[in-house]
């Protein structure tokens, strides 16, 4: 696909149309905040801001199939939730940290102490500001990246080879962290802050969502804008992305809603 100017790309945002289906979580009481599929299992899992609850759903997100409480946790602000096959997830909490573990099928809570083997913690450059940490993780499986993005003052999306150990790198210098653009520069018109990532294999883009902006951007590494998505406005703050096995996007809201976009 042939790239455009974020501008460009923004000019042609009125002539896109989709269909949008809104559900409502009863059993999720509030600060919805990330999603990631599992092709293995088929099925969603959510996680919960300052709670560290994760809940698990099949596609028509009727009820939970169960809740996972992840105890233990140093920071319980866990802002994003991403699948990375072989039943491990990779969580960003609000601090700039990364915890990779383990959730097998019927667990429903898990020790998420970080000096546990089966967890391991990553510590990215801490936030210049509070409470604009990270918000967002995804994982290129194809290349083996981690990616995470920073919310603001500054935006940035860093991006890291997953380790080849589970040993905990509590120095930001032993990740061979990269920011392969300058987020805050080239968002500066178009997204006001960073609230998810998703990062597509096939096309090998990254998708950034913002919940300020309402907006879900394709970008690739080099910068380009690849296309550009205003989202409905009946849902008040996006706070996750993920994309199911038709390619439809399933996004999440604060406080407690699903947006299936096809």
């Known amino acids: ?5 974020i501008f460009a790309m923004l000019a042609l945002l009125s002539t896109y149309s989709f269909a949008a289906e809104l559900k409502t979580l009863p059993e999720v009481d509030g600060n919805l905040s990330g999603i990631t599929y599992s092709p293995d299992s088929d099925s969603y899992f959510l996680i919960q801001n300052n709670s560290g609850n994760v809940f698990e759903y099949k596609a028509d997100f009727t009820r939970p199939l169960r809740v996972i409480h992840l105890q233990n946790l140093i920071d319980d602000d866990t802002e994003d939730i991403a699948y990375l096959g072989n039943n491990e997830f990779a969580l960003s909490t609000e601090s700039n940290q990364v915890l990779i573990l383990k959730i097998l099928p019927g667990q429903t809570s898990i020790d998420a ?35 995470a993005v920073q919310e603001k003052k500054p935006k940035r999306i860093f991006q890291w080879p997953r380790p080849a150990t589970m040993e905990d790198i509590t120095s930001p210098d032993r ?33 950034l969502l913002s919940h300020e902006s309402s907006r879900v951007m394709r970008v690739n590494l080099q910068g380009q804008a690849v296309s550009t998505l205003d989202l409905p406005k009946e849902a008040p703050q996006y706070e996750g992305l993920t994309f199911g096995k038709n390619g439809e996007m ?8 699903v947006v299936i976009i096809k």
Not at 250 to 257: A, G, K, Q
């Open 175 to 207: 990740l061979r962290l990269r920011e392969p653009y300058d987020a805050d520069a080239l968002l500066k018109h178009v997204m006001s802050d960073l609230s998810a990532c998703h990062y597509d294999d096939a096309k090998d883009e990254l998708v």
């Open 1 to 5: 696909m042939k790239t455009l100017s």
């Open 250 to 257: 399933v996004l999440v809201s604060e406080p407690n809603i």
């Open 113 to 147: 102490r970080e000096s546990r083997a089966e967890v391991q913690l990553m510590q990215l450059p801490r936030p210049g500001k509070s409470n604009k940490g990270l918000e967002g993780v995804c994982y290129s499986k194809k290349q083996n990246l981690l990616f």
